[in-house]
């Protein structure tokens, strides 16, 4: 389905965003890299999805065989507003079905499947795709897309981000795998966090660093300050930053260990001019110590230590513990031992529980620990 940025495109006609071949591929190599059995003999489901125009159904279609998996299913919302944008121009899908009304507008979503060899070659790919209309529009929380939820394995795609929380929700409550697209800042959300600290849910192993670049229509209106790459591989796109994957299927990338010097000689020689020379500032609303930068942890230093949100692209659940999040929501959601354990101590300045140095309050800190 198309993602809604949240950036300038989010305020525009245009809201079409999708995910390339390459950055799939790129991910999902990952994980078979670390477990090459990750998907066989399992129920893949798709279920913000159409191979018409989304890259997810065919990358996973023509590696059905390779990968060994059981059966492919993806779902596509209802297309009547695709149609409107496709200025009525019917797919190929819809010309195809045997009860085809060019006059008719389709209210219904889709449902593709893949499970055997129809068309006679000899292998399984993605022209034996099998397809037919759902009862209703493909909404993931429909009682007809939850019982393929229930049926599958891992789910894998790209819901909208402003539906994140919701469909994380929906993930959860059926215990299921999963690899999901999402915004960077998702990471803070009281509904994801805990999940991140119980090591129930870890980002991918792609780097988000530098974006992403997702496919966009042609008439795609660029914003006047954008910078980056127009085209890609003769693909119009546009980058959108601080997007990740998130999953709880495990990579090689999520245990290796950081490199990290001692105290003394972050101090000695980090290229950070607010850490070389000085001693490291301790909260004054937590019993911790700030570390500005990810590169700047100290491998010595056996407290409680308030790191940047990009901590978590970094970590590895047998070098550090993560306690919690010094953030706005802190002092709602936090558990009670939790707030007792970090000694916090409500200041006005925090608003809501952020991480106070000289008075003046820290975005985003995530509040961690060497283990032992």
């Known amino acids: 389905m198309p993602i809604p940025t949240m950036t300038n495109a989010q305020n525009s006609k245009n809201d079409e965003f999708y995910t390339q071949y390459h950055d799939i591929e790129k991910e999902v190599s990952a994980y078979l890299e670390f477990n090459p059995d990750v998907f066989k003999n399992k129920t893949v489901l798709l279920p913000c ?7 997810f159904t065919k990358y996973f279609a023509q590696n059905f065989e390779r990968f060994g998996i059981k059966k492919l299913i993806s779902t596509s919302y209802a297309p009547a507003s695709k149609l409107y944008k496709l200025k009525n121009q019917p797919t190929l899908f819809e010309t195809s079905h045997p009860n085809f009304d060019r006059d008719k507008t389709i209210q219904n979503g889709k449902i593709f499947s893949l499970t055997r060899d129809i068309s006679g070659d000899g292998k399984i ?6 397809w037919e209309y759902l009862e209703g529009d493909g909404d993931f929380s429909s009682k007809e897309i939850k019982k393929l939820r229930d049926e599958s394995d891992i789910i894998v795609t790209n819901p909208p981000f402003s539906l994140f ?9 059926a215990n299921k795998q999963f690899l999901l697209i999402g915004n960077l800042n998702a990471i803070a959300y009281k509904e994801l966090f805990p999940l991140i ?22 008439d795609f209106v660029y914003s006047s300050s954008y910078k980056f790459d127009r085209e890609q591989n003769g693909v119009k796109v546009n980058r959108v930053p601080g997007v990740c994957w998130f999953t709880n299927i495990d990579h090689g990338r999520r245990h290796q260990p950081l490199p990290l010097m001692t105290m003394a000689d972050n101090i000695k020689f980090s290229r950070h001019k607010d850490i070389k020379g000085k001693e490291y500032q301790k909260y004054e609303n937590y019993d911790a110590i700030e570390i500005p930068w990810v590169d700047s942890i100290p491998s010595d230093y056996d407290g409680v230590m308030g790191v ?38 409500q200041l006005k300045e925090d608003r809501g529980g952020g991480a106070v140095v000289n008075g003046k309050r820290k975005f985003g800190r995530i509040l961690i620990k060497h283990r032992k």
């Not at 999805?49 to 890259?55: H, K, L």
């Not at 790919?125 to 099998?130: A, F, P």
């Not at 993560?322 to 959601?333: D, E, F, L, V």
């Open 125 to 130: 790919d993605i022209n034996d795709l099998e």
């Open 49 to 55: 999805d159409d191979p018409e125009w989304s890259n």
């Open 165 to 173: 929380r919701d469909f994380l929700a929906w993930i959860v409550e």
């Open 308 to 345: 940047p949100i990009t901590f978590i692209d970094k970590y590895s659940p047998e070098q550090f513990e993560i306690i919690w999040q010094a953030s706005g929501n802190t002092r709602a959601s936090a558990p009670k031992k939790i707030l007792e354990r970090l000694k916090y101590k």
């Open 197 to 218: 600290q119980e090591d129930r849910l870890w980002l991918g192993a792609t780097n988000f660093n530098k974006g992403m670049y997702f496919q966009v229509p042609d």
